[in-house]
């Protein structure tokens, strides 16, 4: 009977979890309008967040770049197709490594900072503090920081799939030598712009709203505690980073199948 009652606990437990995680995002949407009447706010949140992780998030996109650029390049000339290079690092970067990649850096770098950000806040009193100041903290602290990470993905996983199509191109073209007109008239020709564009587009968002929505949470239900903090900071690289993937197939499926 003790282990069911444990089960049981844990389950009323997780439901109790997912109300309170049903609710804040509904508030946070809610709170779109007066979040945009404090631009300010919003513009000092999008500079924190992206402008931090632009480093990692450029570096990373080179390299994979560079590694599409040789793999494509080897895998297509065993069929005659090196000339299609372009096309499968811009389809490669633009449906699937730009934003699922971007998001788990995003996740690792900016995620964890808003976790602990909002965790060292609620450990020194300060949302506390706010509340007793009739200053609604959601509205203050986290509706800023939810709009502020919905409006960064998209721009990062922009420069990631740039910068990742300049790599592959550098590889491609300038060292091994491709045919720099077959390598970006491959690109036109192949890349549709609602098919391929929209849709990656469609994920960042998509991937930024999940990424900013988990580490707000697990910072605001985090325990006020050292450990507490610590606990909800690893947790928000891993239930993010699931919620992704998960996503990235849920969304793949739905919008190349169709």
Do not use: C
Request: cysteine-free.
């Amino acid at each position: 009977m003790n282990f069911i009652a444990r089960i049981g606990a844990a389950v009323r437990g997780q439901l109790i979890n997912m109300g309170i995680g049903a609710r804040l995002f509904w508030r946070l949407l809610t709170l779109l309008g007066p979040a945009l009447k404090r631009p300010r706010l919003i513009g000092d949140q999008i500079h924190f967040l992206g402008n931090y992780s632009l480093a990692i998030i450029g570096v990373s996109g080179l390299f994979v770049g560079f590694v599409l650029g040789l793999q494509g390049y080897y895998i297509l000339q065993r069929y005659g197709s090196a000339e299609a290079l372009g096309m499968m690092v811009a389809l490669s970067l633009l449906r699937e490594l730009g934003p699922v990649v971007t998001a788990l850096l995003f996740a690792g770098r900016a995620g964890t900072a808003l976790t602990a950000e909002i965790g060292l806040m609620k450990a020194g009193e300060q949302l506390s503090a706010m509340e007793m100041m009739a200053v609604d903290p959601v509205k203050r602290i986290l509706a800023p920081r939810f709009w502020a990470g919905l409006i960064t993905m998209p721009v990062l996983a922009a420069v990631f799939s740039a910068v990742g199509v300049l790599g592959g191109w550098l590889v491609g073209v300038v060292m091994i030598g491709v045919d720099s007109g077959a390598f970006w008239g491959q690109m036109q020709q192949g890349v549709d712009w609602w098919t391929d564009l929209g849709n990656g587009v469609l994920k960042s968002f998509v991937f930024g709203l999940a990424v900013t929505f988990v580490a707000l949470l697990e910072g605001y239900a985090a325990s006020p505690t050292p450990e507490g903090v610590s606990r909800a900071t690893t947790r928000t690289v891993v239930v993010a980073s699931l919620a992704v993937l998960g996503l990235d197939f849920l969304l793949t499926a739905t919008m190349f199948s169709i």
